[in-house]
């Protein structure tokens, strides 16, 4: 059901459409921030008060001084950080978890799902043996569905906005290119609209058998189980 959902979705037609379109916003996202780095040179150039901290176009942070500017050293507060975080990657959430060795497998799933191998087979039994095995499956791939159908949605309705008879597109050297759509721009409009339109009837499916799925576990206080987010 669920790669079923998920074709629909990309009927490659209009996931061409899209990311042409996709494309064309894009050039125009480049624009901005040629024009920031324009600003960024304007900045360089003023004289820096003493004590004046900037980042630089390669994201090092410098304090001017009186005697000049030096660098500052961030990297010990990065590090915790990232130890921080590869240390939660590697820990399963697991009230009174025994793993004492996480394995690659365990690390592979504590990361999708905060559980290592052991633990997660204990809290699926669990769901198997009070016989909401298929809600609980069925609520995720329906959750699933939702967000990725929610993205879908929102790609073809900036689409919608950004089509055009024409773009301009910066090639591989650099130039720009008119490019031109044989088809004609409202005979797209209303194709996407359409689409847009049965997407939003298959998402309302989704969110029903979501919910459906959802009530047979709300009670049960699964910890595999978040409630729905819309
Ligand atoms: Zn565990």
Not at 3 to 21: D, G, I, S, W, Y
Not at 102 to 113: N, Q
Not at 161 to 178: F, P, S
Request: glycine share 4%; charged share 40%.
């Amino acid at each position: 059901m669920a790669k079923e959902f998920q074709k629909k979705f990309m009927h490659p037609t209009r996931r061409k459409l899209a990311n042409m379109v996709l494309t064309g916003g894009e050039y125009e996202k480049d624009t901005v921030v040629s024009f920031a780095n324009a600003e960024n040179a304007a900045d360089k150039n003023r004289k820096k008060e003493v004590g004046e901290r900037w980042t630089d176009s390669e994201g090092k942070t410098w304090e001017q001084k009186e005697f000049g500017k030096v660098r500052l050293n961030e990297n010990s507060d990065t590090f915790a950080e990232v130890r921080e975080y590869l240390n939660k990657l590697n820990t399963c959430s697991a009230e009174g978890c025994k793993t004492i060795k996480v394995s690659y497998a365990d690390k592979k799933l504590i990361s999708k799902t905060g559980y290592c191998a052991k633990c997660l087979a204990t809290k699926q039994l669990q769901i198997k043996q009070d016989g909401l095995w298929e809600a609980y499956t069925d609520y995720k791939s329906f959750q699933n569905m939702i967000s990725y159908g929610k993205e879908v949605i929102e790609q073809f309705k900036q689409a919608y906005k950004d089509v055009k008879q024409e773009y301009e597109i910066v090639g591989e050297d650099g130039k720009l290119e008119k490019w031109k759509m044989e088809k004609d721009a409202e005979e797209m409009k209303a194709e996407i609209l359409a689409d847009i339109k049965n997407f939003e009837e298959e998402l309302e499916i989704a969110y029903q058998k979501r919910n459906e799925a959802w009530d047979k576990l709300k009670d049960k206080n699964y910890d595999l189980i978040k409630p729905p987010i819309d």
